[in-house]
């Protein structure tokens, strides 16, 4: 593997749809924001097409914390990762298979009570309907639990403050 950095840190790998390739998001520790790149070939050892940093959402100060990545009902990236400031569980739909253009990040798992809700996550689109399902540790003066939350559409564009569908767990 092409070392990206060492302070890359915090990864998740998934296989493009098309080209079968390593694309990797990670959080760049230097900048505090979400990487994602994608390989050249199959060891990830030259010919990389694309290392690119995910601007930050807006009010945040850091993303990428705690990335998951999988491909999309269109075969691009959708990345699901925690924020440091606000601790939003936050979503990135790629637009292409490299990710250098990108919807902007929508906050989808925030609460009105103070805590994180981006933690620990894990990412998964459904195959019947395509929709992404994400799994995270929400922790706040209330309760510490293990979350589901499923998106409303295909690339969770909807604003926070949707109706995603949030169950608690354990």
């Not at 850091?62 to 999988?70: D, K, W």
């Not at 601790?87 to 490299?98: G, H, S, Y």
């Amino acid at each position: 593997l092409t070392n990206i950095s060492y302070s890359s840190t915090q990864t998740s790998i998934a296989l493009g749809t098309s080209d079968r390739l390593p694309v990797i998001a990670y959080r760049n520790a230097t900048d505090t924001r979400l990487g994602v790149l994608h390989c050249g070939n199959q060891a990830c050892n030259s010919g990389n097409l694309n290392t690119t940093t995910i601007s930050h959402q807006t009010g945040q100060t850091q993303t990428g914390l705690y990335s998951s990545i999988a491909m999309g009902y269109d075969g691009y990236p959708i990345i699901a990762n925690g924020t440091g400031n606000n601790n939003d569980l936050v979503f990135t739909k790629c637009t292409n298979a490299t990710c250098s253009s990108y919807n902007s990040s929508v906050a989808v798992a925030e609460e009105p009570v103070a805590g994180n809700y981006g933690n620990f996550n894990s990412l998964a689109i459904n195959p019947v309907d395509n929709i992404p399902t994400v799994s995270h540790y929400v922790s706040n003066a209330a309760y510490q639990d293990l979350v589901v939350t499923r998106c409303l559409d295909v690339a969770c564009s909807y604003n926070s403050g949707g109706d995603d569908t949030e169950t608690n767990i354990i």
